[in-house]
């Protein structure tokens, strides 16, 4: 699979858009695995750390499991729309039991990050 860096968007997230947009149409499936992140970082001339951060990304979303001295796997979206259903079931349980959505929101805020209203994270100096 090509990942070409048009530059319109920061290097981490032309990959991270370019792999889940491969997964998401099937053209990679679960399983299948993908460069690791040396040999992407020399094949698009980039720094390694842009790889990983791109890798991270991926995972957060649910879409690829990196193993560690095994590779970096697609989950494709069955394992994503398990990922979702378990969040959702989290979030319904913590409900009941009595957590506010302001809660929730800041719990989220803390683990993914603020968001401004455009939902873009908010830079911290």
Do not use: C, F, W
């Not at 399983?31 to 842009?50: D, F, H, M, Q, Y």
């Not at 989950?75 to 319904?92: I, N």
């Not at 009595?98 to 939902?119: I, M, N, T």
């Amino acid at each position: 699979m090509e990942v070409r860096l048009t530059g319109k968007k920061s290097i981490y997230e032309e990959i991270t858009d370019t792999y889940e947009r491969y997964i998401r149409l099937g053209v990679l499936r679960e399983g299948e695995r993908l460069p690791s992140v040396r040999v992407l970082a020399v094949k698009l001339g980039i720094n390694p750390n842009t790889v990983e951060r791109a890798y991270t990304e991926l995972e957060a979303r649910g879409l690829i499991r990196t193993i560690p001295k095994k590779g970096v796997y697609v989950l494709g979206l069955q394992a994503h729309s398990r990922l979702y259903e378990e969040a959702r079931h989290q979030l319904s349980a913590l409900k009941d039991a009595g957590l506010s959505r302001s809660e929730a929101r800041e719990a989220l805020e803390e683990v993914y990050g603020a968001e401004d209203e455009k939902g873009e994270a908010e830079e911290t100096i």
